[in-house]
Each structure stands twice: as C-alpha cells, then as structure tokens.
C-alpha cells in the first residue's frame, strides 16, 4: 500500500513539474507550476507543436528562477512608460514635465520604443548605456533616463504585471559643479549685462532662486510694502511655499522695475514680453567681465554659500533656497578656497587668543625657535 502511494505521489511530482497542455475549443492552452501554484496560460494557437514550445520555455523560465505572472509576457516599455506618466500626473510632480512629458523618457523611448518588458534585461540596459555615451551624453545625463526606468519596473511589479525588476547600472556622476560669484565679480557682470537683466542677476545672486522661478515670477507674488517674495504652492520645483525677504539693493530694483511696468503681469519684462531665454546675452556679459564659463545656477550656490557665511540657520537657509533635504543641501554648500583661508586665519587667531596674544607674534615666534632648535 505504501509503495503504491509513493508511487502516486511520484507521478504527481513528474506531472506538476512537467506541466500540461489541454484544449479549450480550438486553441492549445498550457499549465505550469510557480512556487507551488498553478499558472495557466494561452498558447493562442491551434498547433500543439507551438503550445509544447510555449511550454519548454515557461519550465526553463521557473527552473531559472525567472518565472513571470500569467500575462507578464505581453507587457511592454510603452504600457510601463504610461503607468509611470499617470504616477507622476497623478502625483502632480510638474518639476519633471515638460508640456505634460517627462523630457528624460525621449531618449528611452528612441532605444526600447518596441520592447517587451521581459526583453529589457540588464544587458539591454547597458547597451542603451553605450549608446548614450557614443552620443557625448555625461553620466549624470544618463542617469536620469535610468532611474526613470527603474521607477516604471517598480511600477510594474506594485501592479503586479511583472514579478521581478532587472539590476539597472547607475553611472558614477561627476562631482557637483564648484562655480561662484564673488562680490567684486557680481558687480562687474552687472555692469556689463544689459539693463532689463540686470535685476534677474540681482534677484539670482541675493536669494539663490532658480532661473525658471525667477522668469516666472509675476507682480502678485511681490510685496514691495513688505519687501518679500512669495512663492505660491505648485510654483517651486519642490511643490512648496517659500517665502524670501529682500535686501534693500534688490528691493530698490525692483522699486524701479514697477515703475516703469506698472501694469505688467510678470516682474522681468523686455520691451512689455516676459523676459524668455537669455543665453547669448550672458554668454558675452560673462565673457567681457572675465567670468567665461559662469552659469546662472551658479548664482544659486552662491546665494547658498552667503546665507551660510552670513551665519544664517541651516533650517533657514535651506526654507529660503527650497532644499527639502540636507543631502542636497550639502552638494549646493560648497567650501570655497576662500573659505578655506578664512578657516586658517580664524584657527590662527583661536590659537593666539589661547596663549594670551591678540596678535599671533607669540605663536609664531614659538613656532620659528621650534624649527631652529630642530
């Protein structure tokens, strides 16, 4: 008895790991086991040759470890794009759109536009990679698109349409850019800029705001009484609020610019037009005050850099510049050589002030018979 029940539960084990194949009506369906459930599937054909192929491919994939849900196979990088296009319009995340798109899905839509979610596996993703570096396209460039496609595997997987996320490569990024304006400097690039830009330079260098919510910036969220900025929930690249007091330099500019538009809409105007692109202007602004090179955004980690040097509250300074997290705060404050001379001289004094000398004479003159004695 025992061994004919052995016997029977072998046959079961063979069945349920070689799988099955049946027909409903015409078409050839097939069964297969994952993880100890049964998984059935259309071969969508009448030829149980083509059922028994579908079927040897299915094992493989379970004896791999690879399994797929059910209808895993027929998702594809245009369905995973769309789900994560309504997550991030349902989310209401504007700063990644460009007119309702997210502009680093172009350059994955021009190398998986046709794949199947189960084609795109890590080689596939480092074949993209090469490509985009064939192209000049940095690291950093690159690895926008690749964390886009990682989030819409996730996507996937939450929806259950797909069961696992392939390892997607992330690149080593260069290190933060280290461009900033000195005082002397801004001065100079004032004078040199045309006159309509030049309370944009002021607005960049004094409150460290981004471009785009400078040259979007409208007279209703500009209080000249209170000499403050406020920008409105949905506004900032973050979604949130900020307001930002203004020093009396740039409160005088903007003084001067109401004047002369006092029925303008937006604060930055050129012959009664919101201020557009101005990249040719400040390329030659730069480059006639010996600042070639310079970028706007360079403004904003200077902006960052004073508030810091003014000794202003990390928690407020980064309310004012619309950091949310201490990490990308640090990668904006970055220690200048300046600051670096600054620490030297302040660690002098310090240890001056230690031995009972204001002026350091003491220090160094210990320090000098030491190297003589030696």
Not at 73 to 92: C, F, G, I, S
Not at 125 to 151: C, D, H, S
Not at 237 to 244: A, H, L, S, Y
Not at 299 to 312: I, K, Y
């Amino acid at each position: 008895m025992r061994q004919v029940e052995s016997t029977i539960e072998e046959k079961l084990r063979r069945v349920r790991g070689d799988g099955r194949i049946w027909r409903r009506g015409r078409i050839c369906w097939i069964q297969y086991y994952v993880n100890g459930r049964p998984v059935r599937e259309s071969s969508h054909s009448d030829r149980k040759a083509v059922a028994e192929r579908l079927l040897r491919q299915r094992l493989g994939e379970v004896a791999a470890g690879i399994a797929l849900l059910p209808r895993a196979a027929r998702v594809t990088y245009e369905q995973m794009r769309d789900a994560l296009l309504a997550d991030y319009a349902a989310n209401q995340r504007r700063w990644l759109t460009r007119a309702g798109k997210l502009y680093e899905v172009s350059a994955l839509d021009q190398f998986f536009g046709g794949y199947r979610a189960v084609n795109i596996s890590t080689d596939a993703i480092r074949a993209f990679i090469y490509k985009r570096q064939t192209e000049g396209a940095t690291n950093g460039t690159i690895n926008r698109p690749l964390a886009l496609l990682r989030r819409m595997f996730n996507l996937a997987v939450q929806d259950r349409k797909l069961r696992d996320v392939p390892h997607v490569p992330m690149l080593k990024e260069a290190p933060p850019r280290k461009g900033f304006l000195e005082h002397a400097d801004y001065q100079k690039l004032r004078q040199e800029l045309p006159e309509h830009l030049r309370p944009i330079l002021a607005v960049g260098y004094f409150t460290g705001m981004r471009l785009g919510e400078i040259r979007d910036l409208r007279w209703s969220n500009v209080s000249l009484d209170d000499a403050e900025i406020r920008l409105d929930p949905g506004t900032t690249k973050n979604d949130e609020p900020r307001t930002i007091s203004l020093v009396t330099e740039l409160l005088e500019m903007l003084k001067i610019a109401r004047e002369k538009g006092p029925d303008a809409e937006f604060v930055f105007t050129c012959d009664g037009q919101r201020v557009g692109s101005f990249y040719k202007a400040w390329k030659s602004a730069c480059k006639r005050a010996g600042l070639a090179g310079l970028l706007f955004h360079d403004l904003r980690r200077t902006g960052l850099r004073n508030l810091v040097r003014a000794q202003v509250p990390e928690r407020v300074a980064m309310k004012i510049s619309g950091h949310k997290t201490r990490a990308v705060f640090e990668r904006y404050n970055i220690v200048s050589g300046r600051d670096l001379k600054d620490a030297a001289s302040k660690l002098e004094a310090y240890l001056a002030g230690q031995n009972g000398d204001k002026t350091g004479t003491i220090a160094t003159a210990s320090l000098r018979g030491s190297v003589l004695t030696h």
